[in-house]
């Protein structure tokens, strides 16, 4: 995924079926390695790369969640 700012719900959901995809990717390619269909060394080259594409989407949804956080503050406080 490219990485863009996030700014709304329907983002929010999207990444998050992105990352359940990454995750079943993994799944998958942890039964290639079990299966011997692919090497130690493929296996964890794959595993870190996906792992990394779900960091940085874990990133960007907390980034998210807390510029909401902070902006429902903001006017929380301009209305008290």
Do not use: G, H, P
């Not at 992105?18 to 011997?36: F, P």
């Not at 790369?49 to 301009?78: A, C, W």
Request: proline share 0%.
């Amino acid at each position: 995924m490219k990485k863009e700012k996030l700014n709304n719900n329907d983002d929010l959901f999207r990444v998050d079926i992105e990352i359940k995809s990454l995750k079943n990717k993994q799944e998958k390619l942890l039964d290639l390695k079990l299966d011997e269909i692919i090497n130690e060394e493929k296996y964890l080259l794959k595993y870190n790369q996906i792992e990394n594409e779900i960091r940085e989407l874990l990133d960007q949804i907390n980034s998210v969640k807390k510029d909401n956080f902070e902006l429902k503050t903001q006017m929380m406080l301009e209305l008290a």
